[in-house]
């Protein structure tokens, strides 16, 4: 008898040996009156000036993540070693010296592989394609998961029907494989949170989920780019990671800049901090600095303070 690729994608969903388990079982949720001692993670991405610089390589990401801010475990982003997703050699590298310093790869951003969510088959179709040797890296390094864009088309009701198909096709791929494919809100409509729960909702499996983001929720700028130019219109943060939070397999904790008492000066850390706590998420939290006044060292180091007093009162 066959089965729907949704069903397969449901019954295995589970075959990860607890790497990290969907938070809309209602056996998973804690009591409200829990001790939540998530884990802290560091992104990569929050030391891109001094890596696009050439001051650090991502061979040597790891051991300054864990001797410079005490933290065992790491996100990579895939702009940082493009070249290397098949490379054998490299990447045996890299889990050599992860293993040797006891630090825990978790998962790889991926960029520029095509658009998972293109109106145009073909396009779509290489995009899913492009990001499977990836899915093949993460799970030689022994992370959990492959964080993808989900761009391609402004239209909503395509932008859903193009992201279930793309990312729907990966998240195939990922179960095979025992990697999650999880979505961050990262700019269009993929920051529409209600659409973007929407999509996960219609792929019906495990393998398919989100990385909530504290920032990145501008859905248009006046200039019509992704990434550039002044947003218009912004969703509400703290409404987006609740909607996303069912589905989540790691969270980042953005920051861009700090007051004189250590807060994140516009983000509400103990507000998002209690929104994921009420989830029921049991994971990671990455600290993903970007912000200019303090450098990236002092940033990421004013990050993980925070994150640590927020937790020390919950």
């Not at 504290?214 to 990434?227: A, H, K, Q, V």
Request: charged residues 30%; glycine residues 8%.
């Amino acid at each position: 008898m066959a089965i729907s690729r949704r069903n397969f994608l449901k019954s295995t969903a589970f075959t990860t040996g607890g790497i990290m388990m969907s938070t809309t079982n209602p056996s998973l949720l804690f009591s409200q009156n829990r001790k939540f001692n998530f884990e802290i993670s560091l992104a990569q991405y929050s030391l891109h000036r001094t890596l696009f610089g050439g001051e650090l390589k991502t061979l040597d990401f790891p051991e300054k993540a864990k001797n410079e801010f005490g933290i065992n475990a790491v996100e990579y982003v895939n702009q940082f070693f493009a070249d290397k997703a098949e490379d054998s050699k490299y990447l045996a590298e890299l889990k050599d010296r992860t293993d040797d310093l006891d630090v825990r790869n978790l998962l790889i951003m991926i960029d520029g592989e095509g658009m998972l969510s293109s109106p145009d088959d073909a396009e779509r179709n290489k995009a899913v394609e492009n990001h499977q040797k990836w899915i093949d890296a993460a799970k030689y390094l022994g992370c959990h998961s492959i964080r993808v864009n989900l761009n391609g088309s402004s239209d909503k009701d395509e932008w859903i029907s193009t992201s279930v198909d793309g990312l729907g096709k990966l998240a195939e791929y990922g179960a095979e494989n025992e990697i999650y494919v999880i979505v961050e809100n990262h700019g269009g409509l993929s920051s529409d949170a209600s659409l973007l729960a929407e999509v996960m909702e219609q792929i019906g499996s495990n393998y398919a989920g989100t990385l909530p983001d504290f920032g990145n929720f501008c859905i248009r700028r006046d200039t019509g780019e992704l990434y550039e130019g002044e947003c218009v219109e912004e969703y509400d943060i703290y409404k987006g990671v609740k909607e996303m939070m069912p589905y989540a397999k790691g969270v980042s904790a953005k920051s861009y800049d700090f007051d004189e008492e250590g807060n994140e000066t516009t983000i509400d850390f103990s507000r998002m901090l209690k929104i994921i706590k009420e989830s029921g998420f049991s994971g990671h939290i990455g600290i993903e600095y970007e912000g200019n006044r303090l450098g990236e060292d002092e940033g990421i180091i004013a990050t993980k303070k925070l994150l640590e007093n927020v937790r020390a009162q919950m």
